[in-house]
């Protein structure tokens, strides 16, 4: 378990540095164009590119590549490995580049199929149909990113991928605040500073992959490799991707109700995103490689050790995460956000969609560890059934609950498939024998209620009433947020440590 939480901080670190600049993106965005229909339009131009990114890059590639790839790195060598790479890069290429040249020339059929409530509003769907024509080539540009990340992760190399996202908000705000009052449509920098962003990051990444000796060089030449990775991907893109394909469908749908509601579960989306980036997707990024590596030499006991050790982390780190969204939803909001364009309508609607994503939260990050214990061992059959099963959920939730919560509803619906999702992987990864709880679950669950019943008592305490954050100026609302989070923090860690589970404790664990 030890080097699995060097790596996951390593990892989170990083990620959190990035996510920190995130918020400070999203407060400009906030702040400079509000909740109305230039920001909704961007958001979508956005999401479109980035659901492709996870789904096909992060999602179904990262998982169907990095087991091929520590299988060759484990038993052919270091040129078999160069090869794989050489072959899959062309490849790879070769189908994004046909991909964002019909993303860039057929922006609005895209914005038909995944923004349909646009279309009744000609201003809104031309704005982002416009914005998508720029932004898609970040699709080509993060997914070849994606591919070298997955690369250095298999070598153990996790800081570079983590802290690349950085550049991406740097960028953004540079646009959102420079370049911005120099446009014609201010909001189309945004768009820009998208595409911008994809060849800083391409180009950060270039350096250490030479230094690995590893930097592609694209081959027509085949790879046993390649065709492995065909095999895997297909079904994999419905299982590592549903929590995205989730989202997506609350945007489609969300484009149907009124404007801002597209900006409202953006905006509790990405605050919900904070700690499942610098956890979870920390966690899950450690995790497959060494899973892959176990799968690879049958290290089945090693495989299982490994897997235990992550799944207690989860509970120990998502519980409380989980719980500090739900009560500090409406101050995280109005302390991020609450300024210039974006209005107290906001806050409560962005604040409502919050609460309903935090309750998700703990079973989105089980399904980033649980997954690749699938993937690992190249079984892509059993996640595409989950995730279908979780899809088709989502789909029923949303059509239930949209009609009488509106986008609160489309966020309960993404939860809940969340669990039924999680919940389904566990029972398979359990009955195929794969699996099972090593000793002290029960008294590890015993020891983080009893510290998250006192972190829940010093959050209510503690925290000023709703119609004091409104009323504190920017200083006071990050003094008190500071104060809340990092005094949770402590109190969350004193109390496991009242009940004797402390670092020590945690390390010797699996």
């Known amino acids: 378990m030890k080097r699995i939480i060097k790596?996951?901080?390593?990892?989170?670190?990083?990620?959190?540095?990035?996510?920190?600049?995130?918020?400070?993106?999203?407060?400009?965005?906030?702040?400079?164009?509000?909740?109305?229909?230039?920001?909704?339009?961007?958001?979508?131009?956005?999401?479109?590119?980035?659901?492709?990114?996870?789904?096909?890059?992060?999602?179904?590639?990262?998982?169907?590549?990095?087991?091929?790839?520590?299988?060759?790195?484990?038993?052919?060598?270091?040129?078999?490995?160069?090869?794989l790479v050489n072959?899959?890069?062309?490849?790879?290429?070769?189908?994004?580049?046909?991909?964002?040249?019909?993303?860039?020339?057929?922006?609005?059929?895209?914005?038909?199929?995944?923004?349909?409530?646009?279309?009744?509003?000609?201003?809104?769907?031309?704005?982002?149909?416009?914005?998508?024509?720029i932004t898609f080539p970040y699709l080509m540009l993060i997914s070849l990113v994606a591919l070298s990340s997955a690369i250095m992760n298999t070598y153990n190399q996790f800081a570079v991928p983590a802290f690349t996202p950085v550049f991406l908000n740097l960028v953004l705000i540079t646009f959102a605040v420079w370049v911005s009052p120099m446009m014609d449509v201010p909001i189309m920098a945004l768009a820009w500073g998208v595409l911008v962003a994809g060849v800083v990051q391409l180009l950060f990444h270039l350096p250490f992959l030479y230094k690995l000796d590893l930097l592609p060089r694209p081959t027509r030449e085949s790879d046993p490799g390649v065709g492995e990775v065909k095999r895997?991907?297909?079904?994999?893109?419905?299982?590592?991707?549903?929590?995205?394909?989730?989202?997506?469908?609350?945007?489609?749908?969300?484009?149907?109700?009124?404007?801002?509601?597209?900006?409202?579960?953006?905006?509790?989306?990405?605050?919900m995103e904070f700690p499942l980036g610098v956890f979870g997707v920390a966690l899950a990024t450690v995790v497959l490689p060494g899973l892959s590596k176990k799968a690879a030499n049958e290290n089945w006991q090693g495989f299982q050790q490994d897997l235990d050790s992550a799944l207690r982390l989860v509970f120990i780190i998502a519980l409380p995460a989980t719980l500090g969204l739900l009560l500090l939803a409406q101050p995280l909001i109005i302390s991020l956000f609450y300024y210039g364009a974006f209005t107290a309508h906001d806050v409560d609607m962005a604040g409502m969609s919050l609460m309903a994503y935090s309750f998700g939260l703990l079973g989105f990050i089980l399904v980033k560890i649980l997954a690749p214990a699938f993937y690992a061992r190249k079984d892509m059959k059993t996640p595409v059934k989950v995730a279908i099963i979780a899809l088709v959920t989502n789909i029923i939730m949303n059509l239930i609950l949209i009609g009488p919560f509106a986008h609160v509803g489309l966020a309960a619906?993404?939860?809940?498939?969340?669990?039924?999702?999680?919940?389904?992987?566990?029972?398979?990864?359990?009955?195929?024998?794969?699996?099972?709880?090593?000793?002290?679950?029960?008294?590890?669950?015993?020891?983080?209620?009893?510290a998250n019943v006192l972190?829940?008592?010093?959050?209510?305490?503690?925290?000023?009433?709703?119609?004091?954050?409104?009323?504190?100026?920017?200083?006071?609302?990050?003094s008190w947020l500071m104060g809340l989070v990092f005094g949770s923090i402590l109190v969350y860690a004193v109390s496991l440590m009242l009940v004797g589970l402390n670092p020590k404790s945690i390390l010797k664990k699996g």
């Open 232 to 271: 895997l991907m297909i079904p994999a893109l419905f299982g590592v991707s549903v929590a995205q394909i989730n989202l997506l469908v609350d945007t489609i749908l969300a484009s149907f109700l009124v404007t801002g509601s597209v900006s409202w579960l953006y905006y509790s989306d990405r605050l």
């Open 7 to 83: 790596a996951t901080v390593t990892v989170g670190g990083m990620t959190m540095i990035s996510r920190i600049l995130g918020f400070a993106r999203d407060v400009i965005i906030a702040r400079y164009f509000g909740a109305g229909t230039g920001a909704d339009a961007f958001f979508v131009a956005f999401k479109i590119p980035n659901f492709f990114r996870r789904l096909f890059a992060e999602g179904a590639f990262s998982q169907a590549f990095v087991p091929v790839l520590a299988e060759a790195k484990e038993k052919r060598g270091h040129d078999a490995v160069k090869h």
């Open 455 to 478: 972190l829940v008592a010093f959050i209510i305490m503690v925290s000023p009433n709703i119609s004091d954050w409104l009323g504190f100026d920017v200083w006071q609302r990050m």
């Open 87 to 133: 072959a899959i890069t062309l490849r790879l290429g070769g189908i994004l580049l046909l991909l964002t040249a019909f993303g860039v020339f057929g922006s609005s059929l895209w914005m038909m199929v995944f923004a349909p409530g646009f279309i009744d509003d000609p201003e809104k769907f031309n704005l982002a149909a416009d914005m998508l024509a």
């Open 413 to 450: 619906a993404t939860s809940i498939s969340a669990f039924v999702n999680a919940g389904l992987l566990y029972w398979y990864i359990t009955k195929q024998g794969v699996f099972a709880p090593m000793g002290g679950w029960i008294k590890l669950l015993l020891q983080i209620a009893f």
